[in-house]
């Protein structure tokens, strides 16, 4: 089925540096991003803030896109990556600033950081496609998420210890202080080797034909509909999976501890997707992968236990390489069958994270009509259960795309200048 290749070999040089580069990106949210929900919970205990911090996150990342093409259309995509790196940091600087204050700043931090998020990811995307073909970008999409895993493997726990240890030397938050501080240092550092990515300079993107992309390009409507699905459901599952975590195991170091051991298991899986995986497999292994998360997700909020948090999240460790390796280049496969899509990749961009944002606008904004009627534990386990499909529908709408195979012509785009 599988045919072995060399994980590294056969990425542009560039494209190597972009793997670099996400990998501090991921480095930094894994220490601190991904307890930021459990900071403002403790200083609150109210998900209503954590759910506004979100929200408004999320509205500002496709509100970043579409400035980047039509304002800043002039700025190179490392150097738009480099103001997303620069703005994460200085978000991170800010809560630490802040501190117990914070939840009382959800609406500046989430405009921030999703501005700064928006930047990151538009530069991230006009580089990914502009140094990958459909021939490498298995590799190149299993390299990162291997070195995601990876760090996962290892710094939530580290993070974990050093936030309960910093609570006993300096109070509560201590911890917390460190770990921000350290994750904006990685990403100020990241700032650097981002400079040795390509600018990619596009031409000024055109609303009048992102919103008819899918007239051009008729197998774009299932990417539209797939990101809609995406957007819906996955930032508010992982908005809430992270607070029921912590109200189960109790403490940080705990929480560390599970999204290590989380990791550790999906590194093997991510190193054969990236050595072995053929295009021409990709839709059966997400098949396999998206069953398997969609019955995680059953399994937690019917037995909120130690034991269901474990078995989550070994079907989870095992589904979210096999789904999410697997589609990843399924959207850019789509990309290239437009009749230029050099030209027209950033208005295909931009529509695909229009469409998550407002996936994820309006699944934030039921979930913070019903956080006031309902009690928000129980809202909490729903919310997994009926996000917890979006995998098999993300599938299904990939799959319905004809001809998800290997490309017969050679990859004949020339990449541009260095930013």
Same mark, same amino acid.
């Given at each position: 089925m599988f045919r072995p290749r060399v994980l590294s070999g056969g990425l542009d040089r560039r494209a190597s540096t972009m793997v670099l580069v996400h990998g501090a990106y991921t480095a930094a949210n894994l220490l601190a991003g991904a307890f930021l929900s459990i900071?403002?919970? #403790? +200083? !609150?205990?109210? =998900?209503? %803030? @954590? $759910?506004?911090y979100s929200g408004l996150s999320a509205l500002m990342i496709p509100a970043a896109? &579409? $400035?980047? *093409?039509? @304002?800043? #259309?002039?700025m190179g995509a490392g150097a738009s990556i480099r103001l997303g790196l620069f703005g994460g940091g200085f978000s991170y600087l800010v809560i630490l600033m802040l501190g117990n204050d914070a939840p009382h700043w959800v609406v500046v931090l989430g405009l921030l950081r999703g501005v700064a998020e928006g930047f990151y990811w538009s530069g991230f995307h006009l580089v990914t496609y502009d140094t990958t073909s459909d021939r490498d970008r298995d590799r190149y999409f299993g390299a990162q998420a291997t070195a995601s895993l990876f760090l996962t493997a290892?710094? %939530? %726990?580290?993070? *974990? /210890?050093? @936030?309960?240890?910093?609570?006993? &030397?300096? *109070?509560?938050?201590r911890g917390y202080q460190l770990v921000f501080a350290l994750s904006a240092v990685v990403l100020m550092a990241a700032m650097v080797l981002a400079g040795q990515l390509p600018s990619s300079a596009r031409q000024r993107l055109s609303l009048r034909r992102v919103a008819t992309l899918a007239r051009r390009n008729p197998d774009w409507r299932w990417v539209t509909r797939a990101r809609l699905a995406d957007g819906f459901t996955g930032s508010l599952i992982g908005l809430v999976l992270t607070i029921l975590m912590f109200l189960v195991l109790?403490?940080?170091?705990?929480? *560390?501890n599970f999204n290590g051991l989380m990791g550790l298991l999906g590194v093997g899986i !991510?190193?054969?997707?990236a050595a072995f995986m053929k295009p021409k497999h990709r839709i059966a292994c997400a =098949? &396999?992968?998206? $069953?398997?998360?969609?019955? !995680?997700?059953f399994l937690l909020p019917l037995y909120l236990s130690a034991w269901a948090i474990v078995g989550f999240g070994l079907l989870r460790a095992i589904g979210g390489p096999l789904h999410g390796n697997a589609l990843a280049p399924v959207a850019l496969q789509v990309?290239?069958?437009?009749? +230029?899509?050099k030209v027209m990749r950033y208005d295909y961009i931009v529509h695909q994270e229009l469409c998550l944002g407002i996936g994820r606008v309006v699944s934030i904004g039921c979930f913070l009509l019903l956080a006031a009627p309902m009690n928000q534990m129980l809202l909490a386990r729903i919310v997994v259960v009926v996000a917890g499909a979006a995998p098999l529908l993300i599938w299904?709408?990939? /799959?319905? @795309?004809?001809?998800? $195979? %290997? =490309?017969?012509?050679p990859d004949t785009r020339a990449l541009p200048a260095a930013a």
């Amino acid at each position: 089925m599988f045919r072995p290749r060399v994980l590294s070999g056969g990425l542009d040089r560039r494209a190597s540096t972009m793997v670099l580069v996400h990998g501090a990106y991921t480095a930094a949210n894994l220490l601190a991003g991904a307890f930021l929900s459990i900071f403002l919970w #403790r +200083a !609150s205990h109210d =998900l209503v %803030p @954590i $759910a506004l911090y979100s929200g408004l996150s999320a509205l500002m990342i496709p509100a970043a896109f &579409v $400035a980047n *093409g039509l @304002i800043w #259309r002039g700025m190179g995509a490392g150097a738009s990556i480099r103001l997303g790196l620069f703005g994460g940091g200085f978000s991170y600087l800010v809560i630490l600033m802040l501190g117990n204050d914070a939840p009382h700043w959800v609406v500046v931090l989430g405009l921030l950081r999703g501005v700064a998020e928006g930047f990151y990811w538009s530069g991230f995307h006009l580089v990914t496609y502009d140094t990958t073909s459909d021939r490498d970008r298995d590799r190149y999409f299993g390299a990162q998420a291997t070195a995601s895993l990876f760090l996962t493997a290892t710094l %939530p %726990p580290a993070a *974990g /210890a050093i @936030i309960v240890a910093g609570a006993r &030397v300096g *109070g509560t938050y201590r911890g917390y202080q460190l770990v921000f501080a350290l994750s904006a240092v990685v990403l100020m550092a990241a700032m650097v080797l981002a400079g040795q990515l390509p600018s990619s300079a596009r031409q000024r993107l055109s609303l009048r034909r992102v919103a008819t992309l899918a007239r051009r390009n008729p197998d774009w409507r299932w990417v539209t509909r797939a990101r809609l699905a995406d957007g819906f459901t996955g930032s508010l599952i992982g908005l809430v999976l992270t607070i029921l975590m912590f109200l189960v195991l109790k403490n940080e170091q705990q929480v *560390g501890n599970f999204n290590g051991l989380m990791g550790l298991l999906g590194v093997g899986i !991510s190193l054969g997707l990236a050595a072995f995986m053929k295009p021409k497999h990709r839709i059966a292994c997400a =098949l &396999v992968g998206g $069953a398997l998360l969609v019955l !995680s997700t059953f399994l937690l909020p019917l037995y909120l236990s130690a034991w269901a948090i474990v078995g989550f999240g070994l079907l989870r460790a095992i589904g979210g390489p096999l789904h999410g390796n697997a589609l990843a280049p399924v959207a850019l496969q789509v990309i290239d069958r437009d009749p +230029a899509p050099k030209v027209m990749r950033y208005d295909y961009i931009v529509h695909q994270e229009l469409c998550l944002g407002i996936g994820r606008v309006v699944s934030i904004g039921c979930f913070l009509l019903l956080a006031a009627p309902m009690n928000q534990m129980l809202l909490a386990r729903i919310v997994v259960v009926v996000a917890g499909a979006a995998p098999l529908l993300i599938w299904a709408a990939f /799959a319905r @795309i004809p001809g998800v $195979a %290997p =490309l017969a012509q050679p990859d004949t785009r020339a990449l541009p200048a260095a930013a």
